[in-house]
C-alpha cells in the first residue's frame, strides 16, 4: 500500500516542490479532530514553492515577511477592543457603528473589511461562526484560534449554539434570544458585548483593557472588573 | 457545490477543543504558506473554490493550512503563474506574466486601513425590502457557491440591506464580479431545525440577491 507520505517523500526527492494529489488515502492514519502533528513534508513544499514563486517573480520575499508581521502582530483583539469600548463611551459613534461599521471605524482610522457589528444586550445573544469555510474579522481581531476554523465548532455552531456556548463554559437564560451570524458573504461580523457592570467611570483605555476575544466572537460574556479579581 | 466544507447543522464532528495556549501558528511553515497565498492578491473565491475541491476523506484529516497547500497549487498553475512542470521540477521554465501585481511590504501595512475597503459598487436598485419574507432558492452549483445546504429551500426574512458586492460564485468560476444586492436573512432555528430548537433563536445568513426568491 502506497501511503500519501511515500508519495511525498518521493516526490520530495527532486525538489520538494512536487504537485503532490490530495486524494491518495492514508491507511490506518487516524485523527478525530483537524489539529494534528504536522511532519517535516509540507515544510519542505512550501519552502520550495516560496523558492519557486520568488525566482519567478510572483512574489515578493520583504512583502511576505511582512504579511506575517501584520497578522501575527499588528492586527489583534486589541483593535476590536478599541472599537468596543469607543461604542460603550460614546452613544453617537455606537449608533454609527451599528449602522455602518465600515464608516464608524474609519473614524479610529480602521478599515479593509466590510465590518458588521452586532449588539448583545440583556436579551439578544450574538455569536459569529463561518460554516463553510472559516471567515473571520483578521482586520479587527487578528487570524482565528484553531476551534473557530474546527469541523466541530462550524458544523454545530449553527444547530446546536447552546451546546456549543455551554462548553464554552457559558449558560445562556433561556429567554435569552441566540442570532448565529454564518460568514457566508463577504461580510465581517463583530459582536458588541454588553458593558460589564462597575465600570462607571473608568477610562476608554481602562475599557478597553476589559474586553476579550472570545466576547467579540460571541463564545463569552464580559465579567465585570469586581469579578475578575475574584475570579 | 455540495462538498464536505458545507458542514454547517452536521452533529458528528464532536466537542469543540480548545488549545491550552492558543498559536496563532502551529509551525514555522504554516506561516509561509499564509503569506504566499495573501501575498498573490488572489481574490479569495477562487481559493475557496479550490479548497471546495479536496477530496472530502482527505478534507477532513488534513490540517488547516495543508489545505491551502493543497489548494494554491492547482490555483497557480490555472491561473498561469506557474506550469505543472515548474512544479514538478522546481525550476524555473516558462517566462513571467507581468500581469500579475506583486504585493509589496508597503502595500501591507495599509491592509487594515480605510483606504483598502472594499471596492464599491453602483446601485441599480433592491429586488427586496427589509421585513419582506424570501425563500432561499435550491440551488445545487456544481461549482463555487455561498449558499449552504442547510438554508436551501427554506423561508426567511430579510433582516438589513448590505448593498451592492461582487458575486463570489461569478468570480470564482471567472465569470467576472455580477455585483449585486447582499442581504442579511434571518432564519427561525426552528424552520431549519425544528421544534427542539429554541423558540426565539435564529440563524442570520448573508446571502446574495439571486439566491434568493420572493414567497
Known amino acids: 500500500m502506497t501511503t500519501r507520505r511515500d508519495l511525498l517523500s518521493t516526490a520530495l526527492t527532486a525538489t520538494g516542490a512536487a504537485l503532490v ?5 492514508a491507511e490506518g492514519h487516524s485523527h478525530d479532530h483537524e489539529h494534528q502533528a504536522v511532519p517535516s513534508d509540507p515544510a519542505l513544499r512550501v519552502k520550495a514553492l516560496e523558492t519557486l514563486m520568488v525566482a519567478k517573480g510572483l512574489v515578493d520575499p520583504t512583502a511576505l515577511d511582512a504579511i506575517i508581521e501584520h ?62 469555510c472559516s471567515c473571520y474579522p483578521w482586520d479587527v481581531l487578528g487570524l482565528p484560534p484553531l476551534w473557530y476554523k474546527s469541523a466541530a465548532y462550524r458544523s454545530r455552531s449553527v444547530i446546536d449554539p447552546h451546546g456549543v456556548l455551554r462548553e464554552f463554559g457559558l449558560s445562556l437564560a433561556d429567554e435569552v434570544e441566540v442570532r448565529v451570524w454564518d460568514s457566508t458573504a463577504d461580510l465581517r461580523y463583530l459582536v458588541l458585548p454588553e458593558r460589564p457592570a462597575g465600570t462607571d467611570g473608568m477610562s476608554e483605555v481602562d475599557l478597553a483593557a476589559l474586553v476579550t476575544r472570545d466576547a467579540m466572537v460571541g463564545i463569552a460574556t464580559l465579567s465585570s472588573p469586581r469579578e475578575r479579581v475574584h475570579a | 457545490m455540495n462538498g464536505i466544507h458545507d458542514m454547517g447543522g452536521m452533529q458528528d464532528m464532536g466537542p469543540v477543543r480548545r488549545e491550552p495556549n492558543e498559536l496563532v501558528f502551529h509551525a514555522p511553515w504554516e506561516r509561509r504558506m499564509f503569506a504566499l497565498f495573501n501575498g498573490l492578491d488572489l481574490p479569495w473565491p477562487v481559493m475557496r473554490q479550490q479548497i471546495d475541491l479536496i477530496p472530502p476523506a482527505d478534507y477532513l484529516r488534513i ?103 461582487s ?11 455580477k455585483p449585486q444586492h447582499v442581504y442579511a436573512v434571518r432564519f427561525a432555528a426552528r424552520d431549519l431545525w425544528g421544534e427542539k430548537a429554541a423558540p426565539r433563536d435564529g440563524v442570520y445568513l448573508g446571502l446574495w440577491e439571486e439566491y434568493l426568491e420572493a414567497i
Open chain 1, 21 to 25: 494529489s490530495t486524494s491518495v488515502p
Open chain 2, 63 to 165: 490540517s488547516y493550512y495543508e489545505r491551502w497547500l493543497s489548494a494554491i497549487i492547482p490555483l497557480m498553475t490555472n491561473a498561469g503563474m506557474l506550469s505543472p512542470n515548474e512544479i514538478e521540477t522546481g525550476k524555473v521554465i516558462g517566462g513571467r506574466n507581468d500581469k500579475w501585481h506583486v504585493v509589496t511590504a508597503a502595500e501591507v501595512a495599509t491592509w487594515n486601513l480605510p483606504e483598502s475597503n472594499p471596492e464599491s459598487f453602483p446601485d441599480s436598485g433592491a429586488a427586496f425590502r427589509v421585513g419582506q419574507q424570501v425563500r432561499a432558492r435550491n440551488l445545487n452549483p456544481a461549482g463555487h457557491t455561498r449558499l449552504p445546504r442547510y438554508v436551501r429551500g427554506k423561508a426567511g426574512t430579510i433582516h438589513r440591506d448590505h448593498g451592492v458586492a
Open chain 2, 167 to 177: 458575486f463570489d460564485d461569478a468570480v470564482a468560476s471567472g465569470l467576472g464580479k
Open chain 1, 71 to 132: 497578522y501575527e502582530h499588528k492586527v489583534g483583539p486589541h483593535i476590536g477592543a478599541r472599537i468596543v469600548a469607543h461604542a460603550w463611551v460614546d452613544p453617537e459613534f455606537k449608533r454609527r457603528l451599528l449602522a455602518d461599521g465600515n464608516a464608524a471605524i474609519a473614524e479610529l482610522g480602521y478599515g479593509g473589511t466590510n465590518l458588521v457589528v452586532v449588539e448583545n444586550s440583556p436579551s439578544v445573544h450574538n455569536l459569529i461562526v463561518c460554516t463553510l
